[in-house]
């Protein structure tokens, strides 16, 4: 590509994030099939056996998600119930330090949350916000796209032009946005509810432009084939069309900016947290729980932050070594 | 390189070096902003003190807060405190040169009353200043005030000719719609004059050579930075790049004393943190109880004063660095307070007194808090929240920065809350100021109980409230507001929780006093 | 071709009207303003007075008719905060977040380059896989930790490099503040520079690696090789500069992005530039600030979007052909 066009640019803005526009119309034959029709035949499934690497990071991810749905069963206290929290056993180090206690494994934090279980939770709290707040993403990116590709003239025009204008404010200028609309509008609401649903929007409406511009790509080449042209012959409605024939051959690039952008959407929470926009400390996110224990790093209280930012890193790294092979994998120039 | 050449670059080099050797800069971070220069732009702790540097007021306050002679050298009260006669110092030099005469500090009287200044409290409305002769006035009241004085000291004077010339004769209103000279600009009487002010990022202090005390600090420069984030703030300090800073968080005083840089001054602080509660509806906002207000019912709020336990607070959230107060008033500010005790931590007792207010299994309600203004602020109303939990309440907490706290709890705001934190240090450092402005019963058009958030009303601390005010003999004037906050406390109009504590780093290399009113004063500073 | 400009600039002006108008009536729900003006004893009259003065009784289509004809003239009013005009308050931060933001850049160009072409080039090395670790870690843990880690490492146990503010500044010209042209600048700037320029170096890294690694693959390069060209030809005098026309592309790209996610390097290290201004200013609801901030951010988006459109419209001839046609 010596000399690319600003789709292509575009597309590689995407790739910057892992996702490849360039790789859509490689994908599969153009016969609609179910996503893991296709990874069960294909090539990929072999080639995630024979990554030692994705193997560990699925496996790592697997065991997180377990933790995080069975958080109830496998923690030994509520860290959202203040009734259960003795500010007596506050700050306490890990048990096998001098000073532990027994009771809490990995310590408590400032309030007496018991860090093992605070972790549970919050990491429950985390993958619910990102994924549902990529999840939101996905589907307000690929509706627009779609309908930006298929549709064509003003409609794209004025799609991509909303989608610069989004551009133009970064994820936590938006959660501020939203967070100060909410506040105003909900004056006297409970926050600790709210704050949730704040960041699943702030996340789910400031990353759906690359699933947009990818899908958009993918589909004014896909529109001009001749399975969509028959199917338009034949008179099927265009709504039909672009869900049952054009959507499964162009969604493919969208699971490795799904995945990779799980782990931009945790970090986001994070640093909103840190910025004070994120969950209640009485909620406590794994990002909430840093900036709880980033305040506690000089003082020598290094569990409270430890913990938490460690098992972020090692979430997020799975995450992302898992979109990186996913990458990898459905490139077909790379294979 | 010849000779001559090299000697002159060494003796250079020296002269660079004595300069460097001799030179004293002081590196001061705070928390907070020094967002405008104009003295009557905005009443905080912290503005107050930097200016302070800058501009002086007719009295001053010294290390122990006491009252002192400022640029009045002394003063007379006559007429049963309806007149005061105040004799100014005499060879007082601004810092553009000028002489400072009783015609500035009249300028000064009527802008700090003027519209758009946040200080018009400081002088009452109807006082008259009459001059008497170049250095000596009188001021005649309407009503004895024989408090009058109290907060003068943070009434900065004005040159009236300065102002005047450079169109800042009116007072900068926080609601500025145009930039102003004095908002940018400093020209006071004080030991200190400002080099270059860049708000929000950087004020350069020098000493001011015609000041006409006699300096007890060694500076030759003090660089002001803000830094509000605490952890780099202590980290700066930690690292040396700078020499003072406030605060340093409470969990950091170890790490900070442990280090051979710097150290932690320590001391208490006369602000009382408490909880109120919203006594006025007849429904309160944020609440499973309908149709009643469960805190207009003295059982409830005594319930809330046992569930409490301040001593854990004090220990594991304060990390020892508070004092648990029975009162809403520092101990160091009213004789009698040792005569009060805290209620004992209780909370079986506290269930049963909710059971007999007809709560058996408590009830819900929600809860603001700031979040960023005092110490630990957030933290005392989780913990709260989890001593409450335990006799059966259910608080929603509301922890939030102080600009949407204040937004939505104030006056402005319209009281929208229904069980807050706040602070409140008295500005005159007197009872009466927290009768006045914090139990008193609020009405429209009257100052009284304006911070009074939750509206606790009791009209017979009112009516003792107005007769402390003018009572001249002090032992009277406690045998009152001990009378007062006999009420006050068996009506649980509050809970209060502690005074906190000061904590300000400064380097191994400095030495500095602490005022218990937390205003860091470099001009009290020596540099190693 | 002229019609495709005008048009691609209208479009442009159109979409600064809606970052406008998203700024404008967005924050005008964050918070009211006065309350941040005035101490806990004003009396409400005058809080209503300083309501009027300041337009806010007014209606919201009128507010956003001044705010947009005051834009044009580079007038956003007076800070609330500061009562400085904000448009002096943020010309005189520019400096610092610009070069902050340039030393980032340019801190993730380079070594992301290099790092990426190595990994490419020794595609099972030891080193390459270390990289690509560290690259993932990089992506793994938020910038404010890593920026605490740096300081905390840097600063306070070793006490090599200042822990914040840009050291010595010196002023060039009538509005620019650098602080290139001193030692305790430079210094100051490495820490807050590789925490922000961290996350774009990773994405640099990996896709002049993965770029790389297509353009080894292709005939272009078996061609050379089978012309006998020397390896360290093909390698930087081929494959390279091909690589580095994107890369470049998406470096000036992401420069906006830099500059906005300066928000929270600047708050960890205290830097003085816009960003902290900007945080501070949504603590304070210092509307005029944050308002002028977003149409800032907004606007260098736009035109670093308008002109490496205008410039691929000129430099590449299929789609000049597809205008013309």
Redesign the interface.
Not at chain 1, 85 to 88: C, G, M, T, V, Y
Not at chain 1, 167 to 170: A, E, G, M, S, V
């Given at each position: 590509?010596?000399?690319?066009?600003?789709e292509?640019?575009k597309g590689?803005?995407t790739?910057?994030?892992g996702a490849s526009a360039g790789a859509a119309p490689h994908l599969g034959p153009p016969r609609p099939r179910s996503l893991i029709e296709r990874m069960k035949d294909s090539d990929i499934w072999l080639s995630f056996k024979a990554s030692k690497l994705a193997m560990v990071a699925a496996l790592v991810f697997v065991l997180m998600t377990f933790g995080a749905i069975f958080a109830p069963l496998l923690a030994t206290m509520n860290p959202f119930?203040?009734?259960q929290?003795?500010?007596?056993d506050?700050?306490l180090p890990p048990a096998w330090a001098t000073g532990g206690d027994p009771r809490f494994f990995l310590g408590t934090d400032?309030?007496?949350r018991d860090m093992y279980s605070a972790i549970l939770y919050g990491l429950r709290i985390s993958l619910i916000v990102g994924g549902l707040g990529v999840l939101l993403a996905a589907l307000i990116g690929i509706t627009l796209g779609l309908v930006a590709g298929y549709v064509g003239g003003r409609v794209d025009?004025l799609i991509m032009?909303?989608a610069?204008?989004q551009?133009?404010?970064?994820a936590?200028?938006i959660a501020?946005?939203i967070d100060?609309?909410f506040?105003?509008?909900v004056?006297?609401g409970?926050?600790?509810e709210s704050a949730m649903f704040v960041l699943i929007l702030s996340i789910g409406l400031s990353f759906w432009v690359q699933y947009a511009r990818t899908i958009r790509g993918s589909t004014m080449v896909e529109k001009n084939k001749d399975y969509v042209q028959a199917a338009r012959l034949v008179g099927l409605p265009v709504p039909i069309i672009m869900l049952r024939h054009v959507l499964p051959n162009v969604i493919g690039p969208t699971l490795v900016i799904l995945t990779i952008n799980l782990?931009l959407a945790i970090?986001t929470e994070?640093?909103l947290s840190?910025?004070?926009v994120g969950l209640?400390?009485?909620q406590p996110s794994l990002?909430t729980l840093?900036?709880i224990g980033?305040?506690?790093?000089?003082?020598?209280?290094w569990w409270i932050?430890a913990f938490p930012?460690l098992t972020?890193?090692?979430l997020?790294?799975a995450v992302?070594?898992l979109g990186?092979w996913l990458r990898d994998a459905l490139n077909p120039?790379?294979r | 390189m010849s000779l001559r050449k090299l000697l002159l670059v060494a003796s250079t080099t020296l002269a660079l070096g004595i300069t460097m050797a001799s030179a004293k800069t002081l590196r001061y971070a705070n928390q907070g902003d020094l967002k405008s220069l104009d003295p009557y732009t905005l009443n905080e702790t912290t503005t107050n003190a930097h200016l302070g540097h800058v501009y002086e007021g007719l009295t001053s306050r010294g290390k122990n807060l006491a009252i002192g002679p400022g640029l009045a050298e002394r003063w007379e009260i006559l007429d049963g405190a309806k007149k005061w006669r105040f004799h100014l110092r005499k060879g007082v030099k601004f810092h553009n040169g000028e002489d400072f005469t009783a015609d500035d500090v009249i300028f000064s009287a009527d802008r700090v009353r003027a519209q758009g200044s946040n200080f018009q409290t400081r002088v009452p409305k109807g006082a008259k200043f009459n001059k008497i002769d170049s250095h000596t006035l009188e001021v005649e009241l309407e009503s004895p005030n024989p408090i009058l004085i109290a907060q003068w000291d943070t009434w900065y004077i004005v040159s009236k000719k300065w102002a005047e010339a450079n169109g800042s004769a009116a007072p900068t209103p926080a609601a500025a719609t145009t930039p102003s000279h004095i908002a940018l600009n400093a020209n006071g009487t004080g030991p200190f004059r400002i080099e270059s002010h860049q708000a929000g990022v950087r004020t350069v202090f020098k000493p001011h050579a015609g000041w006409w005390g006699k300096p007890e600090h060694n500076l030759t420069e003090i660089i002001f930075t803000p830094i509000p984030n605490d952890a780099t703030r202590v980290a700066a300090l930690l690292a040396g790049d700078v020499d003072v800073i406030e605060p340093v968080p409470v969990q950091d005083i170890a790490r900070v004393n442990g280090s051979d840089k710097a150290r932690v001054l320590a001391g208490p602080e006369l602000r009382t943190i408490f909880l109120g509660f919203d006594q006025t509806r007849d429904e309160l906002l944020e609440s499973n109880v309908k149709g009643k207000n469960p805190f207009k019912d003295v059982r409830v709020r005594q319930a809330f004063n046992m569930a409490i336990d301040k001593e854990t607070i004090k220990s594991r959230v304060m990390r020892g660095l508070s004092t648990p107060s029975a009162l809403m008033i520092a101990p160091e500010l009213f004789a009698f307070s040792a005569a009060y005790q805290s209620p004992k931590f209780d909370p079986d007792g506290a269930k049963k007194l909710l059971a007999d207010a007809g709560y058996p299994n408590g009830f819900e309600v929600g809860m603001d808090c700031p979040n960023d203004r005092y110490v630990n602020d957030g933290q005392i109303c989780q913990a709260a929240v989890g001593m409450l939990a335990r006799i059966g309440v259910k608080v929603n907490l509301n922890a939030q920065p102080k600009a949407q706290y204040f937004a939505k709890v104030l006056k402005s705001g319209g009281y929208k809350t229904s069980f807050y934190l706040l602070g409140w240090t008295p500005g005159t450092f007197d009872s009466h100021n927290v009768l006045h402005d914090i139990h008193g019963c609020r009405a429209d058009g009257s100052p009284r109980g304006e911070s009074n958030l939750g509206g606790y009303c009791n009209k017979e601390v009112d009516a003792l409230t107005d007769k402390i005010l003018v009572e001249g003999d002090s032992a009277k004037r406690n045998q009152m507001i001990k009378q007062a906050f006999d009420i006050t406390t068996k009506e649980f109009a509050y809970v209060p929780l502690h005074q906190q504590a000061l904590a300000w780093g400064i380097s191994r290399d400095v030495t500095l006093t602490q005022r218990a009113d937390n205003s860091v004063l470099l001009y009290w500073a020596t540099k190693k | 071709m002229l019609a495709f400009v005008v048009r691609r600039i209208l479009q442009s002006i159109l979409v600064m009207l809606a970052v406008a108008l998203i700024a404008f009536t967005l924050f005008r729900f964050v918070g009211d303003p006065v309350n941040q003006m005035v101490g806990a004893d004003t009396p409400q009259a005058e809080v209503e007075k300083m309501r009027e003065v300041l337009g806010l009784n007014d209606s919201t289509l009128v507010q956003f008719a001044r705010f947009i004809w005051n834009a044009l003239h580079f007038d956003f009013g007076i800070s609330y905060q500061f009562r400085q005009s904000v448009t002096a308050l943020l010309a005189e931060r520019a400096p610092a977040t610009l070069e902050l933001a340039l030393a980032a850049a340019a801190f993730a160009l380079v070594v992301g380059v290099l790092m990426g072409v190595y990994c490419a080039l020794r595609k099972d090395g030891f080193l390459a896989k270390l990289f690509q670790a560290v690259s993932l870690v990089g992506v793994s843990l938020p910038t404010f930790l890593i920026g605490i880690l740096l300081i905390y490492l840097f600063s306070v146990a070793l006490n090599w490099l200042p822990s914040n503010g840009r050291g010595q500044v010196v002023k060039v010209g009538d509005w620019w503040t650098t602080g290139f042209l001193t030692v305790s600048g430079w210094k100051a700037l490495i820490l807050p520079a590789i925490t922000l320029g961290l996350f774009q170096m990773t994405l640099i890294m990996r896709l002049v690696r993965s770029e790389m690694l297509e353009v080894l693959r292709t005939d272009y390069i078996k061609f050379a090789r089978a012309r006998g060209l020397t390896t360290r030809a093909i390698h930087f005098g081929h494959a390279l500069k091909n690589t580095l026309i994107p890369v470049i592309t998406i470096t000036g790209l992401q420069l906006g992005s830099i500059i906005a996610f300066a928000i929270i390097t600047e708050t960890v290290f205290n830097w003085p530039g816009m960003g902290l201004l900007f945080l501070k200013a949504v603590q304070n609801v210092d509307i005029p600030i944050m308002a002028a901030y977003l149409m800032l951010i907004g606007f260098l988006f736009v035109m670093i979007n308008l002109i490496v459109d205008l410039l691929y419209a000129f430099v590449d001839p299929r789609l000049r052909a597809a205008m013309q046609g």
């Open positions: 590509m010596s000399h690319p066009n600003p292509e640019i590689l803005t790739a910057l994030t119930d203040p009734a929290i003795f500010l007596a506050s700050s400032d309030q007496g025009a032009r909303i610069d204008v551009l133009t404010f970064p936590i200028l501020l946005l100060g609309v506040r105003a509008l004056k006297t409970n926050k600790e782990g970090i994070a640093t840190f910025l004070g209640p400390p009485t990002g840093i900036s980033q305040r506690y790093l000089f003082s020598g209280d932050v930012g972020l890193a090692i997020v790294l992302n070594l990186d120039k790379l | - | -």
